[in-house]
């Protein structure tokens, strides 16, 4: 199932902008177009719930904690980690709204979990 409905939801109640609906389909399209996986809510729900917050963090300012340094440490040290920056790398370059530091070391876990369940289903290009 896409996200069409939970974007609406998320519209409708204002966590998020017509602005953010349209960078989180780019993301969408992102990844289907460069590694061929399509995301679904069965497999990127909690990637795309946290990307529709972080937008909503940023249009009402509000911080959360960086990421904890052992799960940095360890995040840092997966075979996927490289990847993983690309991604977050070519993301942030998709859409138009800047997510400082600590949102992107969310993103980049949520990311790294994403290519790693890919690549275990033999999904990933």
């Known amino acids: 199932m896409d996200f069409s409905e939970r974007l609406q939801l998320y519209l409708e109640g204002g966590m998020i902008t017509e602005k953010d609906v349209e960078n ?3 993301v969408i399209s992102l990844f289907e177009k460069e590694y061929g996986v399509t995301l679904q809510e069965e497999n990127a729900d909690t990637f ?3 990307l529709c917050a972080a937008y909503a963090r940023l249009h009402s300012e509000e911080d959360i904690d960086e990421l904890p340094e052992e ?8 075979d ?11 993301v942030m370059k ?3 709204i800047p ?3 600590t949102e992107q070391g969310y993103l980049l876990l949520h990311i790294n979990n994403l290519i790693s369940f890919f690549q275990t289903n033999d999904e990933w290009n």
Do not use: G
């Open 94 to 96: 998709a859409t138009d």
């Open 24 to 26: 989180v389909n780019k």
């Open 48 to 50: 795309i719930a946290h």
């Open 80 to 90: 996927t980690y490289p990847l993983s920056t690309e991604v977050l790398d070519k």
């Open 71 to 78: 799960v940095l440490n360890e995040l840092t040290s997966l």
């Open 99 to 101: 997510l400082n530091a």
